[in-house]
């Protein structure tokens, strides 16, 4: 029963990260915490990016929740692991998949991953601070809905929405034409 239940923590602060990663990527990292995340929508300069110290933040609370947990504290230790996983399915799904920062190249092209890489790519069509759409790391919402979001941003049907659903917001995004460059 109790390993049922630990896992339960753990997946309900998976899903818990996430919701609270939208909320906080859209208010905080597009808002007062721009200074870290700009990093991210401008070209990287070397392996790092100044919107690497948001993983880093959380990694220590993780860490911390998990010493807590083991020390006694049920069940910080099992939130503390939700988080882990979030982190790596964040790195999975964002840095690995979208951003190219591995070694393979491998595009979805069908299905839910596919949606989520354009759903990203479209996050990345704007540049600057404002305007943005789909702020989620894990969760994107269907394609067509943000292609008519970015429209109404604004106003008139942006490079990224004009150009058909396939390659909606991937050509020109800067960070692909990084990532081919890249060795
Ligand atoms: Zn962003
Ligand atoms: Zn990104």
Known sequence: MTILLNTAVCLAT???MEVFSIVAHKYVMHGWGWGWHRSHHEPRQGWFEKNDLYAVFFAGIAIALIALGTAGHHPLEWIGAG??????????????LVHQRWPFRYIPRRGYLKRLYQAHR????????????SFGFLYAPPLPVLKRRLQRLHGGPPRAAARGSRHAAEPHAPDAARARQAP
């Open 83 to 96: 988080m882990t996983l979030y982190g790596l399915l964040y790195f999975v799904a964002h840095d690995g």
């Open 14 to 16: 998976v899903a818990a």
């Open 122 to 133: 479209m996050h990345h069509a704007v540049h600057g601070r404002d305007g943005c759409v």
